[in-house]
Every structure is written in structure tokens, then in C-alpha cells.
């Protein structure tokens, strides 16, 4: 396994996820730096200034890597647009200096896109920016070690993180807020738009007396798959502080597979996270609490 160097004390836990996985892929791969450039068509000094924190790949080249680590490229292009957010964040109002050894397109230009791509991240990927930050600590161990070289670094990077982190968590409480509400007025829509004769407790939520709603769990299986009424999606991306009836669903097959997320509220909490965790282990997938296209393969098979 390759010995990396250390990444740069000040770089941001979410861009430091991103180089982690990036690293890892490469040393599952077993390709050198210029084979690496050969496969990718990105220069082996840009790979190099890629895994080594100094500049942010393009969204082209963390699929490209992805494609030979034989990773799912839908959790690694989520981690790139969470640390392309954190990366226009870092350098606004700066220019960030590179070498002279330049990759097969601009440095600059491949800086612009992925700065443009964190654009487009919306509420949704708020919760990615959590997982991020939760994830970074438990990467910097063992050949990965990316620990700052001094306390005095250690003790900046950490007031960083618990700052970013505090404002996150204020966005997500917020963001959870309105997406609950929103699909609680949805909800309600629905309901009084359909015939009190075709009402199925199968498909629509039911409210609680004094709480939140919940949801039924009506198991069956179709086609060699199992499904609960609530959803049929077989790759939608849910992670902890999502709400809906894809939770619910989701809720519902952990618990037929022997797992106890709690109640069915259709909520992605912390039981349902605990669930989740132990079902990847079970099944031989990535544990990270982060329901993707594996982990509904395994809750539906």
C-alpha cells in the first residue's frame, strides 16, 4: 500500500473525505501515477496535486476514478460536490498559487468547474456535508494518517470544523424543518383529494393522535423483490435527517430483514442509521449509514 504524505493542516474535513476516498481508490487500483494519467486523460502531475490536496479534481476525473476503483460513482460525485462547496468557500477573494507542471487542461479551468459545480447543491446536500464531516475523523488513521504536524494547527483546524459543523447543523435543522412541512402539507393535499372509498392504508401515511405521522408496512413480494407500499425506488440516496415516504419504506424493509430502525415515521434518524449500519455489515457493503444503490439491493432482495 502506498505511503501518502500528510495533507495540508488547513484543508477542509469535507475536501479531505474527497482526497481520503480518491487515495484509496488509487492503491485498490495498483496503478502508477502515469498509468493513472494513461487511463484518465489527466496528467500525472495533476494527479498528483489532486491526491495530494493542492488542487480540486473535476468532477470528469473523480468519475473517471471511480470507474477503475470499480466504486459507486453516485456516493464519490456527492462527496465532490460537497467539497467543491467547501473549496469555493475557502478561496473566494484569493488566488490559489500552483506549479509550474501543468495537467493536460488549465489547473485554472478544471478549478472553475468544480467551483461552478457546488453551485448547483441544494438543501438536499446538506446532509452529505454532515456525513462528510462525521466521516473525516475516521479516516485519519493507519496508512491514511492526514493528522496536522503540530498542536498549534490541530487546535485552528479544530475551531474550523466546529464552526463549519455548528452553522451545518443550524442549515440542516432548518432545511429538515421545511421539508418536513412541506411534504406534511403534501400529504395532507392528497389526502383530501382522494375518495374515502380508494384510501389505502398501504400507500398513504396515517397521522398520529398527539405526533408525528406514521406510516403502514404492507410487505410483499413482487417480482423477486420485496416491496412496502411506500416507495419503489431502487436508488435513491438517503442519509440521516431525510424525511418521506422513501425513509418509511426503506424503515419497513430493515425491520422484515431482523434490523429495528424504531418507529415507521418515514424520519432518517439515528435508530434508522443503526440499522442501516448493521444490515451493510451483514450484507458485505461500505458501512456508512448512507442508504445508495447497494444497500436498496440488499433491502430488497
Not at 495533507?7 to 469535507?14: I, K, T
Not at 480518491?22 to 487500483?29: C, N, T
Not at 489532486?50 to 473517471?64: F, K, M
Request: proline share 6%; charged share 20%; glycine share 12%.
Amino acid at each position: 500500500m502506498s505511503r501518502w504524505k500528510a495533507l495540508p493542516g488547513e484543508l477542509d474535513p469535507r475536501v479531505r473525505q474527497l482526497v481520503v476516498r480518491l487515495r484509496r481508490l488509487k492503491d485498490h487500483s495498483g496503478l502508477s501515477l502515469r498509468q493513472l494519467a494513461a487511463k484518465t486523460g489527466y496528467s500525472a502531475s495533476s494527479w498528483e496535486r489532486y491526491l495530494g490536496g493542492r488542487s480540486l479534481p473535476p468532477r470528469e476525473a473523480v468519475e473517471a476514478m471511480a470507474r477503475i476503483g470499480g466504486a459507486d460513482p453516485t456516493r464519490l460525485l456527492a462527496l465532490h460536490e460537497v467539497a467543491a462547496e467547501a473549496w469555493g468557500e475557502g478561496r473566494a477573494g484569493t488566488s490559489a498559487p500552483e506549479g509550474s507542471d501543468a495537467p493536460n487542461a488549465p489547473v485554472a479551468s478544471e478549478a472553475t468547474e468544480a467551483t461552478g459545480t457546488a453551485g448547483t447543491a441544494g438543501a438536499a446536500h446538506t446532509v452529505e456535508v454532515v456525513g462528510a464531516l462525521q466521516a473525516a475523523g475516521a479516516d485519519d488513521t493507519g496508512p491514511y494518517n492526514l493528522a496536522a504536524p503540530n498542536e498549534e494547527t490541530r487546535q485552528g483546524r479544530s475551531l474550523r470544523v466546529a464552526l463549519v459543523a455548528g452553522a451545518v447543523a443550524l442549515v440542516l435543522a432548518v432545511s429538515s424543518a421545511v421539508l418536513l412541512a412541506v411534504r406534511l402539507t403534501d400529504g395532507d393535499s392528497r389526502a383530501s383529494a382522494t375518495p374515502l372509498g380508494s384510501a389505502t392504508s398501504s400507500v398513504s401515511p396515517s397521522p398520529s393522535p398527539s405526533g408525528p405521522r406514521t406510516y403502514a408496512c404492507e410487505v410483499e413480494r413482487i417480482d423477486g423483490r420485496w416491496y412496502a407500499g411506500n416507495s419503489r425506488t431502487r436508488d435513491a440516496v438517503l442519509a440521516e435527517g431525510l424525511a418521506g415516504p422513501e425513509v418509511a419504506e426503506a424503515q419497513c424493509l430493515l425491520r422484515r430483514a431482523g434490523f429495528a430502525p424504531g418507529v415507521v415515521d418515514g424520519i432518517f434518524g439515528p435508530h434508522t442509521k443503526s440499522a442501516v449500519e448493521q444490515l451493510q455489515k451483514r450484507a458485505g457493503l461500505v458501512v456508512d449509514g448512507i442508504i445508495g444503490r447497494h444497500t436498496w439491493g440488499a433491502l430488497r432482495r
